[in-house]
């Protein structure tokens, strides 16, 4: 059946994330996806198969300034977005999420894609920094493997 991968996708993201209850994180809607088309096409990158996705990864380009503020806890993650400019230049790329369905971890799908993505923009923008959010030990793991493999700099925002 193609597409059954979709709906645990969703849910696998809801649960997670909790979004619906978070006014601080991004809530992934049609408008938010057009909004991050704008400032860059490989923000949201997926792998699939013939079920339909098996793994999401979001990642924003910004600058360095709003990287600072964000990482500070001065601004929400729904802020650094809002506030990110629809063009460059950007010298800071945001790991913001990625999902991946439990029968594909552990096999570098969510590192291929977030280091596809990042060799993407930085076509498009002199991108000197990753930077992340601590919410969990997986996404620390992720982050610091995509940071290696690019040779850029990692900074962390705590809590989550």
């Given amino acids: 059946m ?80 809002e506030i990110t400019p629809l063009t460059g230049p950007c010298q800071a ?14 096999k570098g799908v969510a590192l291929s894609l977030v280091c596809r993505a990042i060799e993407a923009i930085r076509r498009d923008h002199p991108i000197e920094f990753l930077f992340y959010w601590g919410f969990s030990i997986e996404g620390g793991k992720l982050a610091e493997a995509a940071a290696r493999k690019s040779g850029l700099p990692l900074q962390k925002r705590l809590g989550g």
Wanted: glycine share 4%; proline share 5%; aromatic share 6%.
């Fill in 2 to 81: 193609e597409n059954d991968n979709l709906a645990r996708m969703i849910q696998l993201a809801e649960e997670f994330f909790n979004t619906r209850d978070d006014p601080e994180q991004i809530s992934v809607t049609e408008e938010t996806m057009a909004r991050l088309r704008m400032i860059h096409p490989a923000t949201l990158t997926e792998e699939t198969n013939e079920r339909g996705p098996i793994a999401w990864i979001l990642v924003i380009p910004t600058t360095t300034a709003i990287m600072q503020r964000f990482v500070a806890g001065e601004i929400s993650e729904r802020e650094l977005l």
């Fill in 93 to 106: 790329l945001y790991l913001c999420s990625a999902l991946v369905l439990p029968e594909h971890r552990g």
